[in-house]
């Protein structure tokens, strides 16, 4: 697995996975026992893209005003 060290340089572990960090990293400001819903790897791939898309509209509008006024 690709990984980073705290300063953004990616290099491999090895081949081993570091799913302890990755899911450390996940609740580090959340309640025991929650999850973020952003941090979800579940999302089915038609729900998924169809949040991108509801979300790239969105930034387009919101760029849309910025620029026009």
Excluded: F, V, W
């Excluded at 990616?10 to 026992?33: F, P, V, Y």
């Excluded at 790239?56 to 026009?68: F, H, P, T, V, Y």
Aim: charged share 40%.
């Amino acid at each position: 697995m690709i990984s980073s060290d705290n300063n953004g340089n990616r290099g491999k572990e090895g081949g081993k996975e570091i799913k302890d960090k990755k899911k450390a990293t996940k609740s580090s400001n959340q309640g025991e026992g929650t999850t973020c819903s952003r941090d979800r790897e579940d999302i089915p791939g038609p729900e998924l893209e169809a949040r991108i898309i509801r979300l790239e509209k969105l930034i387009a509008q919101l760029e849309a005003k910025r620029l026009g006024g």
